[in-house]
Nanobody, 119 residues
Framework: QVQLVESGGGLVQPGGSLRLSCAAS????????MGWYRQAPGKERELVAD???????NYADSVKGRFTISRDNAKNTVYLQMDSLKPEDTAVYYC?????????????WGQGTQVTVPS
């Protein structure tokens, strides 16, 4: 089993910055993808950004140029640096880790952390 613990959410004014962290522990398959999803009230959960264990990144169009994802494989930790925050970034942000094993996707989620950018 894998446990994900997030930190770093909070309230920030438009144009401000926040850094989210997510530490993974447990039985972690070495080749994996870690990432961040978010869910705003009344909306579906959406991918924000993810990063593979070899460093390949993927971003939602809405955050490109403003958010940066990174990871420390030695610490099994993923980070999301969020700059130039906008009210539309307000959501619960969830950490995700997934990998494929014998053709089956293993998917793990954190408990979520609230990010609020008032309008």
């Amino acid at each position: 089993q894998v446990q994900l613990v997030e930190s770093g959410g909070g309230l920030v004014q438009p144009g401000g910055s926040l850094r989210l962290s997510c530490a993974a522990s447990g039985s972690i398959f070495r080749i994996n993808t870690m990432g961040w999803y978010r869910q705003a009230p009344g909306k579906e959960r959406e991918l924000v950004a993810d990063i593979t264990s070899d460093g390949s990144t993927n971003y939602a169009d809405s955050v490109k140029g403003r958010f940066t994802i990174s990871r420390d494989n030695a610490k099994n930790t993923v980070y999301l640096q969020m700059d130039s925050l906008k009210p539309e970034d307000t959501a619960v942000y969830y950490c995700n880790l997934h990998y494929n094993l014998f053709g089956a996707r293993k998917n793990f989620w954190g408990q979520g952390t609230q990010v609020t950018v008032p309008s």
